[in-house]
Nanobody
Framework: QVQLVESGGGLVQPGGSLTLTCVVS????????MGWYRQAPGKQRDLVAT???????IYADPSEGRFTITRDNAKNTMYLQMNSLKPEDTAIYFC?????????WGQGTQVTVSS
């Protein structure tokens, strides 16, 4: 059974940092481009960062220069290091494939940036 489990979110002050973790099970993780997505209340789910099977990284404008996406294929795990967090980064963060068909979405992990 394919499962995506995100963790590492929390409440952080503006300017703070968090590292999110995504563990993928039941799926050949290493062969696929993967991404971190986020969804703020009342908004659509947006792609934040992409990492290809070869390790190339692509960032959406809001995260460029502040977020770093990495992957450990041996552990079927992906990470998102987030620095200089802003209130507008507040959202539920999810991981999934880049290309369709997507895997069943996990529960996500809540990130709240507030003083």
């Amino acid at each position: 059974q394919v499962q995506l489990v995100e963790s590492g979110g929390g409440l952080v002050q503006p300017g703070g940092s968090l590292t999110l973790t995504c563990v993928v099970s039941g799926y050949i993780f290493s062969r696929n481009a993967m991404g971190w997505y986020r969804q703020a209340p009342g908004k659509q789910r947006d792609l934040v960062a992409t990492i290809t099977s070869g390790g190339q990284r692509i960032y959406a404008d809001p995260s460029e220069g502040r977020f770093t996406i990495t992957r450990d294929n041996a552990k079927n795990t992906m990470y998102l290091q987030m620095n200089s967090l802003k209130p507008e980064d507040t959202a539920i963060y999810f991981c999934n494939k880049i290309f369709n068909p997507k895997l069943d979405w996990g529960q996500g992990t809540q990130v709240t940036v507030s003083s």
